[in-house]
């Protein structure tokens, strides 16, 4: 059959979606609001400016009553609007409508490798934000994912800063075409639990400058974010948020940030020291909101001389501005009124959900199922019907609802199929009762499945015909304030894929889990394996779209999947997570698939790496300027998405650089038989290295070798790229 040239490139380029063009360059603080900022600032007492910098109520900040300016209204992200607490607790304000929509969590949204689709769940959660009178959504949350064992991974993008920073700038943008400010989170190197509130992560300026600060730039001058949230920890040497080097130096003067400072929730330790390095509001977790740095005390040290007004003046206008930015200076303005709990949502979060999961087996075609074939079908696993809105510490979403793998199950392989569902295991944790204060879901010693449990299991899997394995982690496993001890499936789980896989060999296995998990036993003993995340409300029904092939497969893999965690540099070079005070990024740039690449060694897993129900073959690559192309051609008989990655290694450099590291990637979807020129262009931030001498980010001039592919380590295409 001729292949149709001219039509199918028209239709290729139309569905294409680009990692790079940013759109809405209009500023979200315009220079045009600063008379009206300048003038309200005028009119303020030293109070009522202190008043705007510091909380009144856990998720507020006061406005200037007297000016019938209201106060400003924040809210968790990044799972969706938090349900509301009280003013002056953390405990359930009691609302009957706080109901929210629970979104797919940041590894499964940075899973879509498609800024499109993540703008789009971004704009959805600042219309819910705005829908419950909320100003700054506090989400998203970028850090690097440095070790699979951070509790808070799920919340997080990616190991990779090149994947992180066009994903960040999506969402933010989305967020605040809606009338909502985004806080983007938590400024820097917030990349572990343990020990945050005092820890002191020691970085190089290098490491610092191409690893753990480039998203946060690029959520600064291309997101043109509206807030940055303080961390909680040290930063070589100096807490986050009185650290006048990042605060001052690099995000307000270097990247020209304009808004807002914000602390992390009780991260401020100084009244003069924070102001002067550049916070401007302090965010707490106690009641008592007079006493914090930024409000009495502040006052006082400015009456004392200690501290120059002009420093509190620059605090509130600049917090003024972002309220300029959100109409709150002006009651003519009318701010969007957004949308909770709607249908749009539940459709935009099912899309994206089903975008994110990731298929990372499928021997002798497993998958996608066919109903018609399938009489019986056992479904193992509590995290079939096991919910993730909420668990563990931190934000969660009362959810209006949540589908289980289970319903998405029953409802998509319809009543012909009998479905037998069996837990096979149960979570156990050692934290106690209501009186137990620690915040570590921690797991026991024996991790041995309940034997009634897994018998009941082995019997429900002998004789279906197909068992579905659902798996993972839970929402306490994955937690804020406690990192793993390990990345073992935990319950128990190896020994029961095991077993079932002894019964019934037609095994899917399904993990839901947020960071890295120890897949060997699992990719062993299962005929597939698909990834699919804490992935919001409609979980279940996204899942199985995939599985049942109504949704072809398009996820990859944000991080690598190690086979042990001293495959991955932090803790190959026993740097995680540091003694009680201080943590060393001995490992620097090699975070990730780059030290798995550096000491050649095999991941379960890769970077970068999902299959789909189709095939592609990639062709022709060529430089054009600054920008890869390369024809991408559906070969198989699916209509499907494929993820073109180019990566970049610079041999003559004089630097200790990365064997290779993404430099650019872009989603394309093909129908079956078609092709399309995908073009990829590759920013110089993600060439640029840290120059010791300029303390500045550049180019080396010289040739770069790019490796062209559809995973980190399958990369069958190479171009020379000279470097001026
Ligand atoms: C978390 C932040 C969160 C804040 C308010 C802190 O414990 O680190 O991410 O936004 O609480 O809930």
């Known amino acids: 059959m001729p292949f149709r040239l001219p039509a199918i490139p028209i239709l290729a380029l139309a569905l294409t979606v680009s990692s790079h063009v940013l759109a809405d360059p209009a500023p979200f603080l315009p220079p045009s609001n600063e008379a009206k900022v300048e003038a309200v600032l005028a009119q303020l007492t030293l109070e009522e400016k202190v008043a705007l910098l510091h909380g009144s109520a856990l998720f507020y900040s006061a406005g200037v009553p007297r000016l019938g300016i209201e106060e400003m209204a924040y809210t968790d992200g990044p799972l969706g609007v938090r349900e509301e607490v009280s003013r002056d607790s953390w405990a359930a304000a009691g609302w009957t409508n706080d109901e929210a929509t629970y979104f797919p969590s940041g590894t499964a949204l940075a899973a879509t490798w498609n ?17 419950r009178g909320k100003d700054i959504l506090l989400a998203p949350a970028i850090n690097v ?7 808070r991974n799920y919340e997080y993008f990616s190991e990779e800063p090149a994947l992180i920073a066009p994903l960040a700038t999506a969402f933010i943008q989305g967020v605040q075409s809606t009338g909502v400010a985004s806080c983007v989170k938590h400024f820097a190197v917030n990349n572990q639990e343990t020990n945050r509130g005092t820890i002191d992560a020691q970085v190089s300026q290098r490491a610092l400058r191409e690893v753990y600060l480039r998203a946060f730039e690029a959520a600064v001058r291309d997101g043109q974010v509206a807030a940055v949230m303080g961390a909680y920890n040290h930063v070589n040497g100096l807490y986050a948020c009185e650290n006048p080097q990042l605060l001052n130096d690099i995000l307000k003067e ?49 009456k004392a001389g200690e501290l120059e007004e002009s420093v509190v003046d620059e605090m509130a206008r600049r917090v003024l501005r972002v309220m300029a930015a959100l109409g709150k200076l002006d009651s003519t303005t009318t701010r969007p009124q957004g949308e909770i709990n709607t249908p749009r949502h539940s459709q935009i979060i099912r ?64 009543p012909d199929v009998e479905i037998r569902h069996a837990r096979g295991y149960q979570p ?43 798996g993972g982690d839970d929402r306490n496993v994955e937690s804020e304030a406690a990192d793993r001890r390990t990345i073992a499936l935990p319950f128990g789980q190896d020994a029961l894929v095991s077993a079932l896989a002894e019964v019934n060999p037609n095994l899917v296995t399904v993990v839901i889990a947020g960071a890295a998990v120890d897949l060997r036993t699992v990719r062993d003993r299962s005929a597939a394996v698909v990834w699919g995340w804490f992935n919001g409300a409609e979980s279940g029904n996204a899942l199985a779209d995939v599985l049942c092939g109504k949704v072809n497969p398009s996820g990859k893999l944000p991080f690598t ?47 970068g790496f999902g299959l789909s129900y189709t095939t592609f ?10 920008h890869v192309r390369v024809t991408l051609r559906n070969t198989g008989e699916r209509a499907g998405a494929e993820t073109v990655q180019v990566y970049a290694s610079f041999p003559g450099s004089t630097l200790d650089r990365p064997v290779r590291q993404l430099v650019g990637f872009r989603k394309v979807f093909l129908e079956a038989g078609t092709s399309a020129e995908v073009d990829i262009p590759l920013p110089d931030r993600n060439l640029a290295s840290y120059d010791k001498e300029s303390g500045q980010l550049v180019v080396q001039p010289g ?12 990369l069958p295409l190479q171009l020379v790229y000279q470097r001026h």
């Open 115 to 131: 800024p499109e689709r993540v703008r789009e769940c971004g704009a959805a959660m600042g219309r819910e934000a705005r829908a």
């Open 561 to 607: 999947l190690p086979a042990t965690l001293d495959q991955l540099g932090a803790h190959a070079v026993d740097a995680f997570p540091g003694n009680d005070e201080i943590v060393r990024y001995e490992e620097e740039l090699f975070v990730g698939y780059r030290w798995l690449d550096a000491h050649a060694l095999t991941p379960t897993f890769p970077f």
């Open 145 to 151: 994912i440095r070790s699979p064992l951070c509790g």
């Open 351 to 414: 899309e994206a959900a089903s975008e994110a999961i990731v298929l990372l087996q499928n021997q002798g075609g497993q998958l996608p199922l066919d109903p018609a074939k399938l009489k019986t079908v056992a479904v193992i696993g509590d995290n079939a019907i096991c919910p993730h809105a909420q668990g563990g510490f931190g934000a969660s979403v009362k959810a209006a609802y949540e589908v289980t793998p289970l319903e998405g199950l029953r409802a998509a392989l319809g």
């Open 703 to 714: 040739e770069y070798t790019l490796a062209i592919g559809t995973s980190s380590r399958s």
């Open 617 to 626: 073959t990639l062709s022709a690559p060529r430089l054009e300027g600054n």
């Open 428 to 470: 156990q944790y050692l934290r106690g009762g209501p009186n137990d204060t620690r915040n570590v879901w921690e797991l026991p010693v024996d991790q041995t499945p309940d034997p009634e449990l897994f018998a009941e299991a082995l019997e429900a899997a002998k004789g279906a015909d197909l068992v579905i394995f659902i």
């Open 254 to 302: 270097e990247w020209g940030f304009r808004g807002i400072v914000v602390s992390d929730w009780a991260a401020t330790h100084s009244t003069v020291a924070s102001a002067r390095a550049g916070l401007d509001v302090e965010m707490g977790t106690v009641a008592d909101f007079d006493a914090y740095f930024f409000a009495q005390p502040l006052i006082d040290a400015v």
